[in-house]
């Protein structure tokens, strides 16, 4: 990953990133044989969605006193085994491919905030990880209701 320069950049980085993330959950939705897995699927997309769009609205002021993650960076995500994308998968395995996927944008972002020497560009990809760490957050509370409790 090469390092960022401008904000403008790290825009187009945020949009593209989340474009893929929207169009790889459509078409898990399209090829999901059983409608939780669909809905699941769908929801996903839509918040991807969501986020394209408020990225590529972002005020650089607000971003920049934006107050970083408060939720702990711990996260179930990290000992799930990865699960291929299949046609067929049941909810669970939907809700841990899900989890994986948001913890790799959160990474991600983090990572590319530690690639770059401007303090402006590392408060707006922080910002951008903490938007995908509340995302993963919100697959693990479904994960610890749905997964854990009901296996």
Known sequence: MEKFVTLEEVIKFAIER???????????AELSTEISSKKMFDELAAEEATHKDVFSKIDQDKAENHRLCTLPESSIAR??????FRPDMTYNEIIGYALKTEENAYQLYKAAAGMTDDEKLQKVLMTFADVELGHRRR???IYEERVLTEG
């Open 18 to 28: 989340e474009d893929t993330a929207y169009r790889l959950y459509k078409q898990a």
């Open 79 to 84: 000992y799930l085994a990865d699960v291929p």
């Open 139 to 141: 697959l693990e509370e």
